[in-house]
């Protein structure tokens, strides 16, 4: 990492706020060149809190595009951190209009060219894109990164129909806690006990909304910009990675709008900004690859960027399973097109006789972190004992194999019962039996027909289903073989159905594992700079005596058949701001289920968020617990529960149980 501390222009920043017509304030920091003449804006929108969470990764980027001639932009979401008003639901017509006026009120400052661009990973790249599809005028271009354009299938909540037990649950409870924080007097002023107050008073668990549309229905329709990719004028330059949840939108992007406005690149990279150098690497120049965009756009002038492959992708070498890499061995490779001329898609049929598919309901507490981060044990272990609860295929490999794009299964199933999951995991085994997770896929039985819908299956029935797997690049070595791994289960990822431990029969005669296999001709030459960004803000992580607590830790009850996945999501810790703030956060996500009845599963997320000022006496503290059960008709939210205090008195203190139908779910 190349930390820059010279740049075409010296820069200045302050922060402001941004008037709405409703009167309403959002906070915002703004970093500009020292410069008579007016340059482009660009904005990055979101709910963290630019103040203290996300300071630190602002301080990586905002600085630098404000040294290379950008006003560089970071704000608040309404309701969050030090903005006024009352917290929506994510990507709420508000908070998109919101965003429109922000765009709007930048292009016309004096500083200002006129034009904006928009940028973001994960939260604020989701909204760049749906703010593009609203088309304000001043809004020219856009970076999204890890985002996805399919709201329903490609984020959080739902995965080919099916509920995501590891993440519809944890993320709602981690925003759960991350809205119940309060607003920093420093920043908000005298005003913030009441904005802190008034905001607690309306917040209701995301989980709630969540759970009770298990289709996609219009809830998810809105801001899912597939729903017409036509409406996004603005260019896009679309980044994932391999090992993020919503590298497949990157894809669709690149396919489906005109090749002259986007642009595609998928690294081997986590849930994260390609340039942070955590793992898997390799990193990249990307502050660099992106400014050659915003001045291609906002500026007029011609960096060679529309002239790069129409898809840049790394495909990955083999390697041994591990829950970490540091760098993962393999080359890039650019698509003039997408579907791409030097993809083919390759058959391999199924064989044997036909298989009961009735997989342990733990089946799956070896899949790794849904939102892999770079920590040490986010990715998949060896995957032998996962297969071992699984129906599996093999296929010899003879030449390299290099896989780009996304794997499809077509299965023929009889279920004996209504409902149930498949899932379908492509694993590369070496010579010596380690099994290495490249891909899986799900598809919630009952959403065969189409995800818009819930159709029962007809018990005794044989029908054929279809899905596909997620993205990815990777070569498979001659001498290994190509593992299709069937299960009826998938434990915490997937949340089981009532009737799941009855299984599926498969039957090999007419099913089939499709590869896009692209050829190792026309690799081409395609390079990037090294990772470069401004200086560091200087956050201080103190020491601790206390022994670190396991990021991943599995417990079995063998008395019992009870399996326990404790997740520790490591999202910060103690940190100490420059400006005096002490920030203290620790989370606690815990998985149970019995390997036997599918309705015992059971989440549990439990957060604790401290925010004190010392030279202020602020002392803050919030904690927050939810909980879900089910059985076979409901799922019980049996408990969410928020507990603020201020120096050490209870301020607030509410309690929310509620019962949603599994429709569909």
Request: hydrophobic letters at 35%.
């Amino acid at each position: 990492m190349h930390i820059r501390t010279s740049f075409p222009f010296d820069t200045t920043h302050e922060d402001l706020r941004i008037p709405l017509p409703d009167g309403t304030q959002l906070y915002a920091r703004v970093w500009r060149p020292l410069t008579d003449e007016p340059v482009p804006a660009l904005l990055e929108y979101l709910p963290y809190r630019l103040s203290d969470w996300t300071a630190p990764r602002d301080f990586q980027r905002h600085p630098w595009y404000a040294g290379h001639g950008y006003a560089s932009v970071r704000v608040d979401i309404r309701g969050h951190g030090n903005s006024e008003g009352m917290p929506t639901d994510e990507y709420s017509a508000t908070e998109l209009a919101d965003g429109v006026e922000v765009v709007n009120w930048l292009a016309a400052q004096p500083w200002c060219s006129g034009k904006v661009g928009m940028f973001g990973i994960s939260w604020g790249g989701f909204n760049s894109l749906q703010i593009a599809a609203l088309a304000p005028e001043p809004l020219k271009a856009v970076v999204t990164v890890c985002s996805t354009d399919d709201r329903y299938d490609n984020d959080v909540h739902y995965m080919g129909g099916s509920v995501l037990a590891v993440d519809m649950h944890a993320w709602a409870a981690t925003m759960l806690a991350f809205v119940s924080r309060p607003p920093d007097p420093r920043y908000a002023g005298p005003a913030w006990r009441d904005m802190w107050l008034k905001r607690l008073e309306r917040v209701d668990p995301f989980i709630h909304t969540w759970l009770a549309h298990q289709t996609r229905d219009d809830y998810w329709r809105h801001g899912s910009v597939c729903e017409d990719y036509g409406a996004i004028d603005a260019p896009v330059l679309a980044v994932g990675g391999w090992h993020d949840p919503y590298r497949d939108t990157v894809l669709r992007l690149v396919g489906q709008l005109p090749a002259d406005r986007v642009r595609g690149l998928i690294g081997p990279w986590s849930h994260q900004y390609p340039d942070r150098g955590l793992p898997p690497g390799p990193a990249i120049g990307f502050l660099q690859e992106t400014l050659r965009w915003w001045d291609q756009h906002l500026k007029g002038v011609d960096t060679g960027i529309m002239r790069e492959p129409l898809l840049r992708a790394y495909v990955s070498d083999s390697h041994p399973p591990a829950t970490v890499y540091g760098t993962l061995p393999g080359r890039w490779v650019g698509e003039p097109a997408w579907p791409s001329p030097h993809v083919t898609t390759v058959s391999y049929g199924l064989q044997g006789a036909p298989v009961l598919v009735r997989s342990p309901q733990h089946t799956g507490v070896d899949a790794g972190r849904f939102f892999p981060f770079g920590n040490d044990a986010d990715l998949p272990p060896d995957q032998r004992e996962e297969d071992a609860r699984s129906a599996c295929f093999e296929f010899a490999v003879g030449a390299e194999t290099w896989v780009l794009g996304r794997p499809r299964v077509r299965l023929r199933l009889t279920s004996e019962v209504p409902r149930g999951q498949v899932v379908a995991r492509l694993c590369d085994v070496a010579p010596d039996g380690s099994s290495t997770l490249v891909t899986r896929g799900v598809l919630n039985l009952s959403a065969r027909h189409g995800r818009d819908r819930a159709v029962p299956w007809e018990p005794g029935a044989t029908e054929e289903v279809t899905f596909e797997l997620n993205g990815i690049g990777h070569a498979f070595p001659p001498g290994h073989r190509i593992r299709l791994a069937v299960s009826s289960a998938y434990w915490p990822w997937i949340w089981p159905q009532a009737d799941s431990a009855a299984g599926f029969a498969l039957e090999p005669a007419g099913s089939f594992l499709e590869l896009p296999v692209r050829s190792r001709e026309s690799a081409g030459e395609i390079t990037f700079d090294e990772p470069e960004q401004s200086e560091p803000l200087g956050v201080n992580f103190p020491a601790t005596l206390d022994e670190p607590r396991p990021e991943r830790l599995v417990v079995r009850d063998v008395a019992k058949g009870e399996w326990r996945l404790e997740v520790d999501p490591r999202y910060g810790g103690t940190r100490v701001y420059p400006d005096g703030l002490e920030f203290t956060e620790d989370a606690l996500e815990t998985y149970t289920i019995d390997e036997t009845d599918p309705l015992s599963a059971r989440t549990r997320s439990d957060w604790s968020i401290r925010l004190h000022r010392p030279e202020q006496a602020w002392d803050t503290t919030v904690r927050t617990r939810s909980e879900i059960t089910c059985d076979g008709a409901e799922f019980f939210l049996t408990v969410n529960e928020v507990v603020c205090t201020e120096g050490g008195e209870v301020v607030f203190h509410r309690t929310w149980e509620k019962r949603i139908p599994r429709t569909a779910g």
